[in-house]
């Protein structure tokens, strides 16, 4: 059974730093990955998605990777702002219905 | 602008009583999933369905039911066999293919 995990569960960084978010599977037997973003209350929001062929996606100050023979999937924020503190969460899809299996988050806080 | 509408975003539930979250989409997507997500865990899946008139039980689908008499409708009713429905519920579309996934802004239900 595929299980997701994202390390670590909360971060405290300054502004200005470039940080990295880790989420690991167990199966690699994946079609894509995906990060999202989620503000306290709030839906969420598509950050960058992953297809199983692909090494890494960009988008602005976001760059994610993804090691699919090792599990592993970071998401690489650049010179973080105030306003990129929420809630981010990792899904791997898989399987003939194309069920997502999440990951339980990061709270990432930035200090101004 | 393409998205996916859930309503209302807060609900109230009186012990007993059946309730209906609404998630209409017009992206055209053919698949999609109702969530629920409760603090400190990952979203775990309560039905989703690949096409018109069709849909499957997620892995906590007790106590819910759901409707999918058109591509871009698919209400969850949370009924009174639910006993512990007090959680943020997030309805997701997506194509068929390996595609994102998009999400509504989620409904929050309570019990009062």
């Known amino acids: 059974k595929q299980e997701v995990t994202q390390i670590p569960a909360a971060l405290s960084v300054p502004e200005g730093e470039n940080l990295v978010l880790n989420c690991s599977f167990t199966d690699s037997a994946i079609y894509n990955l995906q990060w999202f973003r989620q503000d306290p209350g709030k839906g969420l929001t598509s950050l960058l998605l992953i297809q199983s062929s692909q090494r890494e996606q960009t988008s602005g100050r976001l760059n994610a990777s993804l090691d699919k023979s090792s599990g592993r999937s970071t998401l690489y924020i650049a010179a973080s702002q105030p306003g990129d503190s929420a809630t981010y969460l990792c899904a791997v899809r898989q399987g003939s219905n194309y069920q997502l299996i999440w990951g339980a988050g990061t709270k990432l806080i930035i200090k101004p | ?112």
């Open chain 2, 1 to 112: 602008d393409g998205g996916i509408t859930q309503s209302p975003k807060y609900l109230f539930r009186k012990e007993g009583q059946n309730v209906t979250l609404s998630c209409e989409q017009n992206l055209n997507h053919d698949a999609m999933y109702w969530y629920r997500q409760d603090p400190g865990q990952g979203l775990r899946l309560i039905y989703y369905s690949q096409i018109v008139n069709d849909f499957q039980k997620g892995d906590i689908a007790e106590g819910y039911s759901v409707s999918r008499e058109k591509k871009e409708s698919f209400p969850l009713t949370v009924t009174s066999a639910q006993k512990n429905p007090t959680a943020f519920y997030l309805c997701a579309s997506c194509d068929r293919a390996n595609t994102e996934a998009f999400f509504g802004q989620g409904t929050r239900l309570t019990v009062v």
